[in-house]
């Protein structure tokens, strides 16, 4: 099946800093999303972006599908940013999204 | 609003006492899924449907059973729940499969 890495595990910013998290994926997909868990534990959608650039607020994402990577960028970053930002891809059969280990952003004031 | 609901969000139960979570879209989307989510073992698929009475197994599916009965609902059933069921259990939704995918809130269940 496909195999999804994400980078770095864990990243730590002092806030107003930007970052930029990576997803590697090992095979075509015709879906991709970002998401980031709260403290809640709740999965809030950021992006679908199976290719191309998208851009909302201090957030912007780009996956290169060609080359098989995504990235996402926060810029300016602020406190509430903190918690998991996962990475899932999908391709049909199986119809399933295949998550990343996740990324853990702790953003300090 | 569009929305996926689960209910109930939190749930602590003992072994052995059957026990439903549900779930319900109001977006008229064909794809529903459920995964669970665990520490150290991510999230993971249970069960999906891609239209009303067509249903098919994810990658953990043992103890577990769904039904899709109408299109906006899409229930987990623990027939006889175990400890190794407690987790964080999340319902999704889509158009269809390859387009985005929307999450519930979570229900977060504790089998003792």
């Known amino acids: 099946g496909i195999q999804v890495e994400q980078s770095p595990p864990d990243l730590i910013l002092q806030e107003g800093a930007n970052s930029t998290l990576r997803c590697n994926f090992s095979?075509?997909?015709?879906?991709l999303q970002w998401f980031h868990q709260n403290p809640w534990g709740q999965l809030i959608n950021l992006f679908y972006?199976?290719?191309g650039t998208k851009q909302n607020g201090r957030l912007s994402a780009t996956t290169v599908a060609t080359e098989r990577y995504s990235l996402l960028y926060i810029s300016s970053s602020q406190t509430t940013d903190s918690g998991v930002y996962f990475c899932a891809v999908g391709r049909g059969p199986p119809r399933k999204l295949v998550f990343g280990a996740g990324t853990i952003l702790r953003v300090k004031s | 609003e569009a929305q996926v609901t689960q209910n109930p969000r939190y749930l602590i139960t003992v072994t052995g006492k059957k026990l439903t979570v549900t779930c319900s879209q109001n977006?008229?989307?064909?794809?529903m899924s459920w995964y669970r989510q665990d520490p150290g073992l991510g999230l993971r698929q249970i069960y999906y449907?891609?239209?009303?009475?067509?249903?098919d197994k994810g990658d953990v599916p043992e103890g577990y059973k769904v039904s899709r009965k109408e299109k906006r609902n899409f229930p987990l059933i623990l027939e006889s729940p175990s400890p190794n069921q407690t987790s964080l259990y999340f319902c999704?939704?889509?158009?269809?499969?390859?387009?985005?995918?929307?999450f519930g809130p979570g229900t977060r269940l504790t089998v003792l």
């Open positions: 972006i199976p290719s």
């Open positions: 977006m008229n989307h064909e794809y």
């Open positions: 449907s891609m239209n009303v009475e067509v249903t």
């Open positions: 095979d075509s997909v015709n879906n």
């Open positions: 999704a939704s889509s158009l269809y499969f390859a387009n985005e995918q929307f």
